[in-house]
């Protein structure tokens, strides 16, 4: 996939060069890069949120470009932009979006049950969202995207901002989600949470994808242990490149 | 397009806006209570301001006359006038409200008027005053009533009768029934409040639904759920839609309502009350209300439309607020004598809506034009939603950063 946007000033901007990568049920892919690498449009692209300028990408079967609605409805999205509704509560705002996704009335109260327990959000259920702290947000998030229990989970740096406790309750969903069976993409530049998650992994710089595959195989590709080096060996001859 | 995802976005968006204190006080609480609070209240205080001013003893100033004493001793037992001593800075004084007005007596008025000579009393005062206003009346009045006199003596002492100066009356009757005189004076403004409402009720939601969700981050949540964006600008419109319709529909039982209390609080004289007692029938009001709907709609989707652009709430607003002139220019050109509806007119929107409400409000109605402007107006609506779908789904707006 490539996305290309019309700058005033730059002209044309590569945002996504070309990037293609696959993930399998059970799996978790991780895009690791620094800010404006091209992460979120990447994400943001498979879940049709953006339209890719070239190229497309296949999710359970469904196009991105053809039948982004039906791509949706096998995908749960969560970003630091994606926030809740202040004046909903958390319920209202978790059945809200069941609703959209299709579900009975009878198959949504008990799924809406059932997240709410397994995610310990029965204290706040009828509170209003813009009086819900940072973490409780996050958690009805996550309750969001998980009403309609899609195969997909793409999530764009779902622990920025939040506290050491929050952050680890979100990484213990993460990896509850692999072990049900869902593909997750997810995006970070935090070390230990892919050191921790991810099966694959991809790095992306400047729009391109310049490598990926598995943690050990690209600890014996680049003879590094640490993930670090391993970002600083594969980006840093650009960024000397673009000095010059 | 799918009416249950149209009607749960609809649902979402209405609960969210009545939990929202400003839309309570915009779209409610203003419009119920402002119209009665103010019409009431200033009509009360307007009626106790003028009662006290024409009660109170105007003083007033007497240049010259120092000749003629019989007028100005007839002057002197006016009751509602209080002469001061002449002082050569009268007009100064009349600025500056120490005086409500001054009066010229030319030289020899008594002498002049005993031996028939043309004389002008002058009289003056600070015009847009009211208090300068009625002592200049006062005084007009009473040169008015000494020249009656006078005219009544110099019949008498020629033994003729009074009426040889009045040999008939002139008086107006008017045939109008009365919603027809109402019609003509509120008519014009029944139509132009309710366009005007219907487009200010429309503007708030219509900022919250759009630059408002970019602003707090909610837009990419929706957008990630499988509702089409066609689904989602639909369920949108129609609620900014009925903000719009019950903003015009609160204020104008409001304003009903005021009209009503002032017409029957007894604070006004019989015959200022009646000017307020409306006889605009329950048809022509809801005639105008259909007529206003495909405005409505196209406020609402217009205003969707370039709110969606906007990239934060105080950007909207600043789009949003020039547009206020927009409607209430052809609204207002359509009260002007002059303004008569015509088949390009009926083209033009805004304008054509608001001169047939006048005249559906009169009693008339040209059901040509009617269909006209209704078919004009639908078009009109019907583009701009065409225009806010398109524009949903264009990432440059969405996304504008």
């Not at chain 2, 409306?278 to 370039?306: N, Q």
Request: charged share 20%; with cysteine.
């Amino acid at each position: 996939m490539s996305k290309r946007f019309q700058d005033k000033k730059r002209g044309e901007i590569r945002a996504v060069d070309n990037v293609s990568f696959t993930c399998q049920p059970g799996e978790i892919y991780s895009l690791l890069g620094a800010n404006g690498a091209g992460k979120t449009t990447t994400l943001r692209m498979l879940a049709t949120i953006l339209e890719p300028t070239d190229g497309t990408a296949v999710i359970c079967g469904h196009d991105v470009i053809e039948e982004p609605e039906k791509v949706r409805a096998n995908v749960g999205f969560l970003s630091t932009a994606t926030a809740l509704y202040p004046r909903l509560t958390a319920q209202e705002l978790v059945e809200y979006f069941g609703r959209l996704n299709g579900l009975d009335e009878l198959t949504l109260k008990k799924r809406v049950d059932d997240i709410f327990n397994r995610l310990d959000m029965n204290g706040f259920r009828d509170r209003r969202c813009d009086k819900l702290s940072t973490g409780m947000k996050q958690k009805t998030s996550i309750a969001r995207t998980l009403v309609h229990d899609p195969p997909v989970m793409i999530f764009d740096e779902p622990t920025t901002g939040l506290d050491v406790m929050t952050a680890r309750t979100i990484i213990t969903f993460i990896s509850d989600c692999r072990d049900r069976g869902k593909a997750i993409i997810f995006s970070t530049h935090i070390m230990s949470e892919v050191e921790r998650l991810c099966d694959h992994l991809g790095i992306i710089h400047d729009g391109k994808l310049l490598a990926h595959g598995t943690v050990p195989e690209l600890r014996a590709k680049y003879g590094e242990h640490n993930l670090e080096e391993i970002i600083v060996k594969v980006v840093g001859p650009l960024l000397n490149n673009a000095e010059a | 397009m799918n009416f249950r995802n149209i009607g749960i976005v609809y649902g979402k968006e209405l609960t969210e806006w009545l939990r929202d204190k400003r839309t309570l006080i915009s779209t409610v609480l203003v419009p119920l209570l402002a119209f009665p609070i103010l019409m009431v209240g200033m009509t009360s205080l307007m009626t106790v301001m003028i009662g006290r001013a024409e009660k109170e003893t105007a003083k007033i100033m007497i240049i010259g006359g120092e000749d003629s004493t019989q007028v100005l001793e007839k002057l002197r037992r006016v009751k509602d006038l209080e002469i001061v001593p002449y002082a050569d800075d009268w007009m100064k004084r009349i600025s500056e409200k120490e005086i409500r007005a001054a009066v010229d007596v030319p030289k020899g008025f008594d002498s002049a008027l005993g031996q028939g000579k043309e004389l002008t009393v002058k009289i003056y005062f600070y015009q847009g005053e009211i208090k300068s206003s009625f002592g200049a009346n006062h005084l007009e009045k009473f040169f008015d009533d000494y020249r009656d006199s006078v005219i009544s003596s110099r019949l008498a002492a020629r033994n003729l009768p009074t009426d040889i100066i009045k040999p008939f009356a002139v008086k107006q009757e008017n045939v109008a029934p009365p919603e027809k005189v109402s019609g003509a004076a509120l008519g014009g403004l029944l139509g132009y409040m309710v366009i005007l409402l219907s487009m200010t009720g429309a503007i708030y939601p219509a900022i919250d639904l759009t630059a408002g969700e970019k602003e707090r981050g909610t837009m990419e949540t929706i957008l990630s759920s499988p509702l089409s964006r066609v689904d989602l600008v639909l369920g949108k419109f129609f609620l900014v839609l009925s903000a719009s319709l019950s903003t015009a529909i609160l204020s104008i039982i409001s304003m009903g309502t005021s009209f009503y209390l002032v017409g029957h609080s007894g604070a006004m004289a019989k015959k200022d009350a009646a000017a307020f007692q409306l006889h605009i029938g329950l048809p022509a009001v809801l005639s105008v209300f259909l007529m206003a709907l495909p405005l409505a709609v196209l406020f609402a989707a217009a205003l969707l439309t370039i709110a969606l652009f906007a990239k934060s709430y105080k950007e909207a607003q600043s789009y949003l607020t020039p547009m206020t002139f927009i409607v209430v220019i052809p609204a207002v050109a359509s009260l002007l004598p002059g303004f008569d509806l015509n088949p390009k007119l009926a083209l033009v929107p805004i304008l054509s809506t608001s001169l047939v409400c006048k005249e559906i409000v009169a009693g008339t109605f040209h059901w040509n034009y009617i269909l006209l402007i209704l078919l004009s107006s639908s078009v009109y609506a019907a583009a701009a939603l065409f225009i806010a779908v398109k524009m949903f789904q264009r990432e440059s707006v969405l996304f504008r950063s």
